[in-house]
């Protein structure tokens, strides 16, 4: 399943508490980084060291003060990052430790009452490519970034789904995985296991819509 955004489906609202101002410095698959705060290790699906944990709202307010709300909502930095409980058990259940799950500690609507959801600010860990270019309906778009200091620059490729919408990906690959994210070069997006949706549809999880892919 392939997550197909929509804001009229999230989880809206604001947030308050940590301490966004924390940056570290770590070794990073052999490199060096440093002044790293957690929402560019949330963007670039990178695990964030303890010291950034503190960074975690404290608390969420949501706009609307409907009884029933969404499951799922975009987390502090951007992006469909922000998750019921429910759902962090279910991955958690199938894959543990992969991915990186930040509780935030309480959950109210804009009058102050309590929404009765535990949140937490997720941090996808598998970022891979899947799909098959020759078997999906794509546009594929390619172009040569000139670097600002002069030097040789490099070459960008994006990929999208295309209309019919038809995404298949490879049963190699995706076997076996609960939850990942494609990388800047393939389908940028959030994808679920079959087994995932099932589970979610079973302990009454909702939210944004799912475009079903193959799988071959």
Not at 10 to 17: D, H, I, R, V
Not at 174 to 182: E, K, M, P, Q, S
Not at 189 to 215: H, N, T
Request: aromatic share 8%; with cysteine; net charge neutral.
């Amino acid at each position: 399943m392939k997550h197909n955004e929509d804001s009229r489906q999230c989880l809206n609202g604001t947030f308050s508490g940590g301490d966004d101002r924390i940056r570290a410095t770590f070794n990073y698959k052999g490199e060096h980084i440093s002044s790293v705060d957690l929402g560019l290790c949330i963007r670039q699906h990178i695990r964030a060291p303890s010291e950034l944990l503190s960074c975690v709202p404290k608390k969420f307010i949501a706009s609307s003060v409907k009884k029933i709300l969404p499951d799922f909502g975009n987390g502090p930095w951007g992006g469909l990052n922000l998750v019921d409980e429910r759902f962090v058990k279910i991955i958690e259940s199938i894959e543990p430790g992969v991915h990186q799950f930040m509780k935030i500690e309480s959950s109210v609507n804009k009058r102050g009452d309590d929404i009765h959801k535990t949140l937490y600010v997720m941090n996808i860990l598998e970022v891979i490519n899947a799909v098959n270019e020759l078997k999906s309906t794509l546009t594929i778009r390619e172009w040569h970034m000139k670097a600002s200091s002069g030097g040789e620059g490099h070459d960008i490729r994006t990929m999208s789904p295309a209309d019919p919408f038809k995404i298949v990906l490879y049963k190699d690959i995706v076997r076996g995985r609960a939850l990942w994210r494609g990388t800047f070069r393939d389908i940028s997006q959030i994808f679920i296991s079959d087994y995932v949706m099932e589970e979610m549809a079973k302990v009454g999880l909702w939210g944004p819509q799912f475009q079903r892919v193959d799988v071959e």
